[in-house]
Structures are given as C-alpha cells and as structure tokens.
C-alpha cells in the first residue's frame, strides 16, 4: 500500500457550464481518460479520478423542492441560478487536501452549500454541506469517495462531530457537526483569518480489479485536520493561524 498524501487545487473554478473539453493533464500511469465530471467511468489505483464541488444554495440542488439531483442533470437548471463549481482530479487511493482559495471567492455569496459530485447515468452526489453565511464560515472538511468494483457509489462528508471545537470558545459548534468560525473574522471582513477551504479527501471501497483503496482507513486513523500541519501554505493560514488569533 503507498498512499502519498497530496495537495490539490481546483483545476478549475467556473460559473456552471460544464463540459469535456476543458480538462487537461495526462498522467504516465493514469488509464482512465474520462475528464468531465459529469461522464461515467470506471478506474484503479492511482488513476486520476474527475470529480466535482458546486456551491449554491441547498434549495438549488433540489429538484421540485424534494429531489435532490446531481448537479450535472439540467433539470436542475444551475446556470440559471447563483452557482459555482469547482473541478478536482486526485488520484485515485491517495489521500489529498483539497484547497479552495477564497481570497476572490466567498462559498456564502454564492448560497452557502456545497455539493461533491462526478458521473451521469451512475450520477452520484453528497448531500449539501453548509460552508458559509454573513454569520458563520466553516473552513474545515472531509469527503469520503466510495467505489465499487471501480465506479464511484457514493459521496459523503465525514463529520466527527465537533470533537475538534468543543470547548475552545472561539469556535461555534454547528448543528452537532461542524466547527465554524465567525464570518467576520475573515480577511475579507475585516478580521485575520484566510477563511480558504480545506477539504481533506479519502477513498473506499474497490477499485476495477477490486483492489481495496485504503486511504480511508489511514484518514480515520489519523486525527481529522492532522494532514493540515503538512501542507506549508495551510499550516500558515489555516491552523496557527486560529493558535495566534484566538
Ligand atoms: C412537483 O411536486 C408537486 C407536489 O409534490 C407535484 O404535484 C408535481 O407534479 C411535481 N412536479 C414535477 C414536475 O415533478
Ligand atoms: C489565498 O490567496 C491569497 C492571495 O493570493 C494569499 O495571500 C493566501 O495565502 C492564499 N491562501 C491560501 C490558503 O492558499
Ligand atoms: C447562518 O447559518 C447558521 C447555521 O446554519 C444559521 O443558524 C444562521 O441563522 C444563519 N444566519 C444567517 C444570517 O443566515
């Protein structure tokens, strides 16, 4: 097992048109050659796997008010709406941090929610995670990729339930689940803290040989947010960052 520890930024971070043209790089060992987000395909290890993040309101991913759709169906008319996305390609079976730079893009004025996606006939979809509002901004998260035989089953967000907040009163416990931060604590408003994304990724399951990805296992073995410390530009503005200000 050689799971590397990565840290990825968006290939792309666009108002909603997605299509398969845009996606770029070939890798030596990569044999899945699907690059949009929105196809279905099946891989292995260390293939790169396209997957992708919209930011909208919860409403928006709902179809009729009760449905909830992938992002990729057009039923769900995004484009039409206040929408975002966000296109990553890990490597299959690695752990990655995620990043999302929000010195230009604030989550909260683009509805607050985001939804993990990636297929079409196999569409899957997280259920939508609450990011940002002019009250509260949570930084921190963890997405679990699920695969079977090689096709991605399920996407979800792995939460440990404010263990990392409780009692450090400059955090806010949500709903039971996730740490925030006050919005005006952000650079943006005024305060010291870079309110960027991190969103540590893990994958489980089987690959197309049915090879079993462990990555999963090595992230809930590790204290969630400890791959933080290993990546320099978040250690800095992320982690101490909230030591020094709070
Ligand atoms: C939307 O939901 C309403 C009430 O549940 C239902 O009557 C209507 O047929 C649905 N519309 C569509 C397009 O599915
Ligand atoms: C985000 O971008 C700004 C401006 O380029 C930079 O100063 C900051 O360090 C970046 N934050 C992260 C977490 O990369
Ligand atoms: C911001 O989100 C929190 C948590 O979902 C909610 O309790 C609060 O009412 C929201 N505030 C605003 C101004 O929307």
């Not at 070939?26 to 044999?31: A, F, G, K």
């Not at 921190?140 to 096709?151: A, C, D, I, M, P």
């Not at 919005?183 to 870079?194: F, H, L, P, Q, R």
């Not at 990805?213 to 204290?223: H, I, M, T």
Request: glycine share 6%.
């Amino acid at each position: 097992m050689t799971t590397l520890t990565r840290e990825l930024k968006p290939l792309l971070l666009f108002l909603v048109t997605i299509t398969s043209s845009t996606l770029l790089p070939v890798q030596s060992d990569n044999t899945n050659h699907v690059y949009s987000p929105c196809a279905d395909t099946t891989v292995q290890v260390s293939d790169g796997f396209t997957f992708s993040i919209a930011f909208s309101s919860s409403k928006a991913f709902f179809f009729n008010s009760t449905l909830q759709l992938s992002p990729c169906d057009s039923r769900l008319s995004l484009t039409s709406q206040n929408s975002q996305i966000s296109v990553f390609r890990p490597k299959v079976d690695e752990i990655s941090l995620l990043t999302i730079n929000t010195s230009s893009f604030s989550p909260g004025d683009f509805g607050g929610y985001m939804v993990a996606f990636a297929g079409r006939k196999y569409a899957a979809r997280s259920l939508p995670a609450f990011v940002a509002n002019s009250t509260y901004t949570v930084t921190s998260f963890t997405l679990v990729l699920e695969f079977k035989k090689g096709r991605l089953q399920n996407l979800y967000w792995k939460r440990d339930g404010c263990a990392k907040c409780s009692g450090n009163s400059k955090f806010v416990c949500l709903n039971n689940q996730d740490c925030a931060i006050r919005t005006s604590s952000c650079i943006k408003n005024g305060g010291s803290v870079d309110c960027s994304l991190g969103i540590q990724l893990a994958f489980s399951g089987t690959d197309k040989h049915f090879s079993a990805l462990n990555s999963w296992y090595e992230v809930e073995n590790l204290r969630q947010y400890s791959l933080y410390g290993l990546y320099s530009n978040l250690r800095d503005s992320l982690t101490s960052q909230y030591n020094n200000i709070f």
